[in-house]
């Protein structure tokens, strides 16, 4: 049967009152199946977060395990390019489930690649990362501190994680720019119109082109960097050439893309609720730390995460089918009732906060350590530098990025007033 709600997950309420749309949508069904997608739609806390725990059951290898023609449909002569990019989709690390649950997949399944990756990002190693971040933030808020505005998202929230991450992957500063330009290609992958393969695959085909040489020198010459890190799995026979670009594409995506809007929701949130900032700015030092989990919270930078299920299995009352697309929404999940207090107010001091802002299980995300330190510090910075913080625009006229996966602002104008 054919919902009679509004269960459009592209509709311009779900992109710009998504928590609106998924109270109701979570209220009324919180598993629930769209006609029109063709797929399930998980939107409370409760059921996320048993879908996440069980990675046997639904698997992050969708683009290898999907066989049905992709929805939202693609143009018939984009067909060859929707292929191209079921290549590049495969390749990437975080696909790599499928040797843990499929035995006959080929290759050595002894060498854990994420496990590689979560021994780069460990809490002990990112803090090597916090001067960094924290002599980058001076000087970027010098320059607002000077102007008295910003636009947090092109001033602040943009260079700073593209910042880091490339220093992390060993990537020259001055290629930041056209990084970020492709890497922002790349969310047309997560959008609804059917010509949106043609600007996707030109993305993906620059970024190999650019990181294929950088590739081969470290797998050649490796170096104390990233790039080198996930060079080691070709070294060792577990990736080929094409898999190992296509990863460090993934961690030059995933590295900056998630935080840049931790930044500007949060700021967007502090603007609209001016006696948490001042809860906030009354002990930076002791505050910002649960001031960050609440942001994450409060306004999810990434909105929702697409899975496979490997089998028949029954979940709030309904039946998935095998090889059927699941979808949990991550802005339902954090605005639950059941599990937060006042669950629609922004608390800098609420206590637990058990957010899945980052998932769950053993497809956490791996970056969230990194996440949590550059938020931490830019919002830290923002209490003892300025008193106020005011949006320049009415906040309904705020433009979001009309994609499925990401809860991401275009721009943010800000005005400041010095704190000295």
């Known amino acids: 049967m054919v919902s009679t709600i509004n269960d459009n997950p592209f509709s311009l309420e ?12 979570r209220d009324t069904e919180p598993v629930h199946y769209n006609e029109e997608f063709e797929v399930w739609m998980v939107s409370s806390w409760e059921h996320l977060v048993w879908v996440t725990r069980h990675p046997e059951a639904f698997s992050s290898s969708v683009f290898a395990r999907d066989t049905r023609a992709p929805n939202p449909p693609i143009d018939e002569d ?10 590049w989709q495969v390749s990437r690390f975080i696909q790599y489930d499928q040797k843990r649950y499929n035995p006959g997949v080929s290759g050595p399944d002894h060498v854990d690649m994420r496990r590689v990756m979560h021994g780069y990002f460990t809490p002990k190693s990112m803090e090597m990362w916090r001067p960094l971040v924290q002599s980058a933030i001076d000087e970027l808020l010098d320059a607002v501190e000077e ?21 992390m992957l060993g990537i020259p500063d001055s ?8 890497a922002k290609d790349l969310r047309f992958l997560n959008r609804v119109g059917p010509d949106r393969m043609g600007p996707l695959s030109q993305a993906v085909q620059n970024l190999q082109e650019y990181l294929g040489p950088l590739v081969a020198d470290r ?10 890190v996930v060079a080691e799995g070709e070294r060792q026979g577990i990736f080929d050439r094409d898999m190992t670009v296509n990863n460090v594409m993934l961690l030059l995506s995933a590295g900056h893309e ?3 809007n931790l930044i500007c929701n949060g700021t967007l949130a502090f603007t609209q609720h001016p006696d948490q900032w001042a809860i906030l700015k009354s002990d930076p030092e002791g505050k910002t730390v649960r001031a960050t989990e609440e942001a994450l919270r409060y306004d999810s930078p990434v909105k929702s995460i697409q899975r496979i299920a490997m089998d028949d299995i029954e979940i709030g009352g309904q039946t998935i089918r095998k090889d059927d697309r699941v979808r949990w929404f991550i ?8 599990v937060f207090d006042r669950a629609d107010d922004f608390d800098v001091e609420r206590y637990p906060n058990q957010h899945v802002a980052f998932g769950s299980g053993i497809h956490h995300c791996l970056g969230a350590t990194l996440a949590r330190l550059e938020g931490q510090e830019i919002f830290r910075n923002l209490a003892n530098r300025f008193d106020t913080m005011e949006l ?4 309904k006229d705020v433009e979001y990025d009309h994609v499925l996966t990401f809860r991401a602002v275009e721009s943010l104008p800000v005005k400041v007033t010095s704190a000295r």
């Not at 009152?17 to 109270?23: E, G, I, L, S």
């Not at 067909?79 to 191209?84: C, L, S, V």
């Not at 102007?147 to 092109?154: L, T």
Request: overall charge positive.
């Open 258 to 260: 998630t935080t840049i």
């Open 78 to 87: 984009d067909m060859e390019i929707y292929n191209f990019i079921k290549k």
């Open 331 to 338: 802005s339902g999940a954090n605005r639950d009732p059941k």
């Open 14 to 25: 779900a992109i710009y009152q998504p928590y609106d749309f998924f109270a109701r949508l």
């Open 219 to 228: 797998v050649k010459s490796p170096k104390d960097d990233l790039i080198s």
């Open 147 to 167: 102007k008295g505005q910003m636009d947090v998202m092109s001033d602040l929230a943009t260079p700073l994680p593209l910042l880091v991450i490339a220093r």
């Open 392 to 395: 320049e625009i009415p906040v």
């Open 175 to 182: 290629d930041r720019p056209i990084l970020r330009s492709l």
